[in-house]
């Protein structure tokens, strides 16, 4: 069993930054790929971004364009979401998800274990 605890979110300007993290309970964090997902209100959840569990291998949402860097300290336990140039448009809340997995995926059913969210808002 993994428990993750997204924390980070908040109100920022558009043209801002912020930094998530999720912090996985367990001694197996590095055996586990993890994943950033979001859902805006009356939206489907779409992914954002993924890792493996060594992170040298990440994917990308196409929406991001370069602007959100995902990254993992597994000595801590921890996968962070850097997002910069953040817009209106990515006001959602925000899940990180470990997969039981070795292999990044970017579809919400192939991930085990997701967090409870933690919402960002893009102010214009």
């Known amino acids: 069993q993994v428990q993750l605890v997204e924390s980070g979110g908040g109100l920022v300007q558009a043209g801002g930054s912020l930094r998530l993290s999720c912090v996985a309970s367990g001694r197996t964090f590095s055996t586990y790929a993890m994943g950033w997902f979001r859902q805006a209100p009356g939206k489907e959840r779409e992914f954002v971004a993924a890792i493996s569990c060594s992170g040298g291998i990440t994917y990308y949402a196409d929406f991001m364009k370069g602007r959100f860097v995902i990254s993992r300290d597994n000595a801590k336990n921890t996968v962070y979401l850097q997002m910069n140039s953040l817009k209106t448009e990515d006001t959602a809340v925000y899940y990180c998800?470990?997969?039981?997995?070795?292999?990044?995926?970017?579809?919400?059913?192939?991930?085990?274990?997701w967090g409870q969210g933690t919402q960002v808002t893009v102010s214009s």
């Open positions: 998800a470990a997969r039981g997995s070795s292999t990044v995926a970017m579809t919400g059913y192939e991930y085990d274990y």
